[in-house]
């Protein structure tokens, strides 16, 4: 089975601190896809990153980074520098092919970041 | 701009009521989703579609069907609503091509059953 576990519910952190979010999937597929999506306060989910299993390179973008591992199943995010527009809801989402393409969503991390 | 947009932001049924929700994207992405948001429970996908008539469960389909009768419009149907299914609708579309890209998601419709 098909599963993507984000195990922090909420992180709180002050302005300037650095802040990673974890995600770990589980699949038997050898093909799939990772992303990112954030959603704030407003409502609709943007999406951050996208990773294929066939491409292990870290990204940077800005303040944000990705750290992507095979071995460990986990696809983290990193945000340097928090700052209070980052406070959002964060999903990690997994889509594999089923004939269709399937996608799971983690439960997500809700990240307060204080003045 | 990329656009999804749903039929309504708000909704209020009965109970045994039938529910239609409606979903166009501008995109002519081949894909195209419907989720459930719940506080703690994240996305949960209840169905799909990679083409016209074509659908595909996702984890939580029971008590919801599907109608994709046009590539732009997915409508996800509450046979008899029940207060279980009072929730945020969230709508999606992404391209294939290359392998699945990013969803494109619409603003949400919050239905509430009473």
């Known amino acids: 089975a098909q599963k993507v576990t984000q195990a922090q519910t909420e992180i709180s952190v002050v302005e300037k601190e650095d802040v990673t979010l974890d995600c770990v999937y589980e699949?038997?597929?050898?093909?799939?896809?990772l992303f990112w999506y954030k959603q704030p306060p407003s409502g609709e989910l943007v999406f951050l990153i996208r990773?294929?299993?066939?491409?292990?390179q870290n990204e940077i973008s800005g303040r944000y980074s990705w750290n992507f591992q095979k071995s460990t199943s986990s696809f983290n995010f990193t945000i340097t520098a928090s700052q209070v527009v980052d406070s959002a809801v964060y999903f990690c989402?997994?889509?594999?092919?089923?004939?269709?393409?399937?996608?799971?969503f983690g439960a997500g991390t809700r990240l307060f970041v204080k003045a | 701009d990329v656009k999804v947009t749903q039929s309504s932001r708000y909704l209020v049924k009965r109970t045994g009521e039938k529910v239609f929700l409606e979903c166009v994207q501008d995109?002519?992405?081949?894909?195209m989703f419907w989720y459930r948001q719940d506080p703690g429970l994240g996305l949960r996908l209840i169905y799909f579609?990679?083409?016209?008539?074509?659908?595909e469960k996702g984890d939580i389909p029971e008590g919801y069907s599907v109608s994709r009768e046009k590539k732009e419009r997915f409508s996800l149907i509450l046979e008899s609503a029940s207060t279980n299914q009072t929730s945020m609708y969230l709508c999606?579309?992404?391209?294939?091509?290359?392998?699945?890209?990013?969803?494109?998601f619409g603003p949400g419709t919050r239905l509430t059953v009473t």
């Open positions: 699949t038997r597929d050898t093909t799939y896809y």
């Open positions: 999606a579309s992404n391209y294939l091509a290359g392998g699945p890209k990013e969803q494109y």
């Open positions: 579609s990679y083409d016209v008539k074509m659908k």
């Open positions: 995109m002519d992405h081949e894909n």
């Open positions: 990773r294929n299993s066939f491409d292990e």
């Open positions: 989402a997994l889509t594999i092919n089923t004939g269709g393409f399937k996608t799971i």
